[in-house]
Each structure stands twice: as structure tokens, then as C-alpha cells.
């Protein structure tokens, strides 16, 4: 899965369904000039971050997901997939989307 995101679209936007992202990894949306990942936990839980680690701007998308985070590629940070902050001692975050999902739909509030 790999959709374009118009900006003049409203606040909630289908990009595509759980069985597009394989448990425990993710696919990305571009929104304008910025990647979204949307990841899917082991339990199907999805979330949406930029996809930009907050160290030095890997990419969270190519990381491990594991319970409720994502530990970037590049430097092992681990990032919370429901708000986006480092966790541990590292420091940072990296922006977080609202999900919605309505059966096996997913939508992306791009307003947030």
C-alpha cells in the first residue's frame, strides 16, 4: 500500500485496509511532502506516525515493530507508536495521526 493523499481532501481519509500491512510492519501514505507510516501490531492494532525517526530521520517504516513500538533501523531507537516519543533515556518524538478503523477499513486524520 502506497497512496497519494490530496490536501484538499477533509479530515479523514481511507488509506487502504488491515489485511494491506502485514502484522507487525507497516506501509506508507504520502501526504503532501511528508511520509506517513501506518503500522499494524501483532493484536491489529494500527497507528500512524511521520515517518521519521526524531535521532536522525530514519525511517520508522523499514523498523521492527514490537508491542507498542517501533525501534528505528538506523540507531535502535524505540519510538511509541501511540505518541510518537522516544523511549528511555533518548529524547524526542516524531509526529503522531489519529486511526480510525471501521471494520477492516483504515483512516488517517490528517487534520490533527
Given amino acids: 500500500m502506497n497512496v497519494a493523499l ?12 488491515i489485511d494491506d500491512i502485514p502484522r507487525q510492519g507497516a506501509r506508507c501514505v504520502k501526504n503532501a511532502e511528508m511520509t506517513i507510516a501506518v503500522f499494524r501490531t501483532s493484536d491489529d492494532r494500527v497507528f500512524a506516525l511521520e515517518d521519521k ?18 525501534t528505528c ?27 480510525r478503523l471501521e471494520g477492516r477499513d483504515i483512516y488517517l486524520n490528517l487534520s490533527a
Fill in 73 to 99: 533501523p538506523l540507531h535502535n531507537w524505540v519510538i511509541s507508536l501511540e505518541d510518537g516519543t522516544a523511549q528511555g533515556a533518548d529524547e524526542g518524538a516524531t509526529a503522531s495521526f489519529p486511526v
Fill in 6 to 17: 490530496a490536501e484538499t481532501d477533509l479530515t479523514w481519509r481511507h488509506v487502504g485496509t
Fill in 53 to 70: 525517526c526524531p535521532h536522525k530521520a530514519g525511517p520508522l517504516s523499514n523498523g521492527i515493530v514490537h508491542g507498542g513500538c517501533v
